[in-house]
């Protein structure tokens, strides 16, 4: 798709496309480049990226951090208690967007909702969730700049189409299986159960209930979707464009992750090198390399970081004995909007993608 204030990045392997549209966002907050996002998943198993973000609801100043924490700032509208914007059963984040080169830029700790609701002033009440980037929250960072956004969540994202497919398709819906990013030693699980009108979030193997913490997709992570009797998804929304890096914590093994803005990501060009946290192999085999997965349908591509005479490229690897295939094949860029796993053989919980290289 072609014209003057629309470019279109498809993705052959997952069959996902971002559409970017210059305008803005309303005035409640600084103007933020929004964007149009669609995507269509047709393989048996995909991995998505999601590398928009919702608007922020305000932004401002912190202006004191108390003991709590509780975090006074000054947001974009005072006209009423911050605490009554956040909507009953929707999940809040706080990111700081400024000053450039300041420790905590980029940085996102999550909100307790309800107790900062309950506030008679605009104060934020941070939750100790381990979805927070950086810690501990305290007088560091007064004199940032934050926003407050609403996370981007798997119900938002896959409910509505979901529950057409069951109650028009007649499709099971425990047919379908996702794998959640969230933090743990093993991969979370999910699936289905339809409730009268409304789908139900379990964990696959005990089948209990999903927290709601469990089922957000934070900047910079993607989710795995495994389709049933039937392929095919079609989805569309608007967000924002990121504009300060993204810091993603990553832990030892696997990693369910994207790049966090709306580009291709070039390997070695923005991301995917030792200067970002990353491990090359070293000899004949990638034993000891972080690994990237892709996938397409049910066949997974690995790929390995080893020091070349080109200098760090990803390798392609017999993802069974982890020897460089012969010929090699280098992985060059990740579409926008593909998911994909990364394979790390040590934890780094500092990890960070940059913002894109010109």
Known sequence: MKNVIMKAFFNPT???????LSLFCPPRTQAQEAAGYSITLEKDLELVGIPLQHPAIASGPVTAVQTGPIIQWTPSFTDTFFGSALVSGAEYYAEVVGPTNHPWLGHRFELDESATRARNDHALVPSNSSWNTKGPINSSLVGTTIEVHAHLTLPYLIDDTLLGRVQSGGENPKSFQFFLPFPGLTTLSAQVNLSGSTLLWKELA???????????????FSFGLKFGERRGLSRGFTGVVRTVPCPVPLQKGTNYISYPFAKDLRLGVDWGTPANGLRAGTGGHAMQADKIILQNGNTSLTYGLSQTKQGFQWLRVNSRTYLWNTPQQVLEKIPAGEGFILVKTVAD???CFPLPKP
């Open 14 to 20: 997952s069959i996902a496309f971002i559409s970017l």
């Open 206 to 220: 005990s089948e209990r209930p999903l927290r709601s913490d469990e089922l957000i997709l934070p900047p910079g």
């Open 349 to 351: 919980p500092n990890h």
